[in-house]
């Protein structure tokens, strides 16, 4: 099984991006690469079902996990300083963890299992919310979200 763990895996010279893209990953070890100057980390197309271990990325600012397993969001959390949580195409079944997203500027969840919305009206910076290609039948109120674009 393959587990994220802080190997020198960062690219040379660039400590504030970690991408561990298509790795085969499947879980996140205790481990990981959360030095203060890393504000980014991307595990796109992986096999990770959930986010676990991030608490101590305390000062990420952008998690995207698209194309993998994920069925819950439980582990974002803790991430107080999230701009932009970018969990497209997995099979997560409802949104979970927002409250304390405030700063949350860039949501998407296209491409999941989501029946509801909820919790979202506690992220009052977002801009960009993509729930396409989901089952949810009807958006609650969103008035709350003032910084929310319309795109046509």
């Given amino acids: 099984m393959a587990v994220a763990h802080a190997d020198g895996v960062l690219p040379p010279g660039d400590g504030s991006v970690v991408n561990w893209s298509g790795q085969g990953l499947q879980k996140l070890g205790p481990n990981l690469p959360c030095e203060a100057d890393i504000h980014t980390l991307i595990l796109d197309k992986n096999q990770i079902i959930k986010l676990e271990n991030l608490e101590k990325c305390k000062r990420l600012m952008q998690l995207?996990?698209?194309?993998?397993?994920?069925?819950?969001?439980?582990?974002?959390?803790?991430?107080?300083?999230?701009?932009?949580?970018?969990?497209?195409?997995?099979?997560?079944?409802?949104?979970?963890?927002?409250?304390?997203?405030?700063?949350?500027?860039?949501?998407?969840?296209?491409?999941?299992?989501?029946?509801?919305?909820?919790?979202?009206?506690?992220?009052?910076?977002?801009?960009?919310?993509?729930?396409?290609d989901n089952n949810i039948p009807q958006i609650g109120d969103l008035s709350k979200l003032i910084s929310l674009k319309l795109e046509s």
């Fill in 64 to 132: 995207s996990v698209a194309n993998n397993r994920l069925v819950r969001m439980m582990g974002v959390a803790k991430l107080t300083q999230l701009r932009v949580l970018n969990l497209p195409h997995n099979s997560i079944g409802s949104v979970e963890g927002l409250k304390e997203l405030v700063q949350l500027e860039w949501l998407n969840l296209a491409g999941n299992n989501l029946k509801a919305i909820e919790q979202i009206n506690s992220c009052i910076a977002l801009q960009h919310l993509d729930l396409s």
